[in-house]
């Protein structure tokens, strides 16, 4: 019997403590009006002082549990979309599972930057189609802040800290129906110049800040990004009218709206938290499917294009059935 991943729950946490514009226009040369502007951010969660990576991650894992009405204990796979892990090593995965209370299993980190999310379902989606998993947590969680050279205008005010989480069970594929219909990833480590931290624990020995050249980043994006849309459209030999809802990376406002152009959809059918949320990296794809499903867009039957870009350069998408 062909298996397929059906995402039976969703779920987010972002920390409390939310920075607006005008908050760090008072200590760097910026304005809420050149923010909003360049890239529809208004705001951002920030994580406490003490609170790590593993604690949203925990959070939003508990949520989509709840969502998906299973527990812990029925859990056998846990995936962890992250660049911002508690500590070098262990996998953050695993601090995530000692902290729901979760002793089988297996649990590791992946590292894909922005399109982590999507890296991290891939995975785990094909670990549950070769039936190696049966239940699987897959997370993006990040704390970008920890990372951030505050002094940087040009790269400071685009990030935001928080998780999401689904969870995938195995189930029969039947045509038509509910669950995960193909992934596609891609890489190329040519232009790790153009967005990269600049410390590591082989090279620096310090955990390093996010350097970014901005402008190539969003010359490559809409390009990447338009590239592995319809490579996922075509493998499923559907086209863009198809799509019910666009869940991209939230990296920017004018980046979202070029794909959605560029796929003929219009904004209402583009789920975006950029406004709210700014830059969450790997969190960013999950917190905004949690939103959709949450306030009711996201309906049963509907057919979902998930798609992220990040450092790497890493890209790629994802298309599912709610
Ligand atoms: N406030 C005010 N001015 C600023 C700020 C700021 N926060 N940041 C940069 N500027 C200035 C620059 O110094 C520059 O000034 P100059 O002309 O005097 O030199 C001017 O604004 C224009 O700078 P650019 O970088 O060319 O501005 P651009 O229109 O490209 O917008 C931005 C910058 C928003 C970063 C844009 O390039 C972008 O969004 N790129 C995508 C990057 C991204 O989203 N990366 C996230 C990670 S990867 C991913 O998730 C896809």
Redesign the pocket.
């Known amino acids: 019997m062909a298996l397929r991943s059906h995402i039976v729950g969703c779920g987010a946490y972002l920390p409390d403590r939310v920075v607006a514009n005008a908050e760090l226009a008072q200590s760097l ?3 809420d009006a ?2 909003v502007e ?2 529809g951010i208004h705001q951002r969660h920030i994580a406490a002082a003490g609170e790590f990576t593993s604690d949203l991650a925990a959070a939003a894992a508990r949520a989509a549990l709840s969502h998906a009405g299973l527990a812990a204990g029925d859990i056998d796979l846990i995936v962890l979309a992250t660049a911002t892990p508690d500590r070098t090593f262990p996998a953050t995965a695993a601090r995530v599972q000692a902290k729901l209370g979760m002793t089988r299993g297996a649990a590791f980190d992946v590292q894909a930057v ?1 399109s982590g999310f999507i890296y991290a379902l891939a995975v785990a989606d094909n670990f549950v189609r070769v039936g190696q998993a049966r239940t699987a947590l897959v997370i993006g969680a990040e704390t970008f802040s920890r990372i951030l050279d505050w002094t940087d ?2 790269t400071c ?2 990030f935001g800290d928080g998780a999401g989480a689904v969870v995938l069970r195995a189930t029969a594929a039947e045509p038509g129906g509910a669950g995960i219909l193909s992934t596609h990833l891609h890489s190329d480590g040519r232009y790790e110049d153009l ?1 990269y931290v600049d410390g590591g624990p082989s090279s620096t020995q310090t955990v390093g800040h996010l350097r ?1 050249v ?2 190539e ?2 010359r490559h ?1 809409v390009t990447n990004l338009a590239a592995v849309v319809g490579e996922a459209l075509a493998a499923n030999g559907l086209t863009a009218d198809a799509i019910d809802w666009l869940v991209p ?1 939230q ?2 406002q004018r ?1 979202m709206d070029s794909t959605a152009r560029k796929l003929g959809l219009p904004a209402e059918r583009v789920i975006s938290t950029v406004a709210r949320h700014a ?1 969450t990296s790997a969190a960013s794809v999950p917190l905004a499917l949690a939103e959709g499903v949450r306030d009711g867009r996201i309906r049963q039957g509907q057919l979902l294009l998930l798609e992220a ?3 790497g350069f890493t890209w790629g998408a994802c298309l599912a059935r709610w």
Do not use: P, Y
Request: glycine letters at 14%; charged letters at 15%.
């Open positions: 040369d910026t304005s050149w923010i360049r890239t922005c205008r040009g005010v685009l967005l970014m901005g402008r980043v969003f994006a990376h990296a920017n980046i830059n870009m990040g450092g």
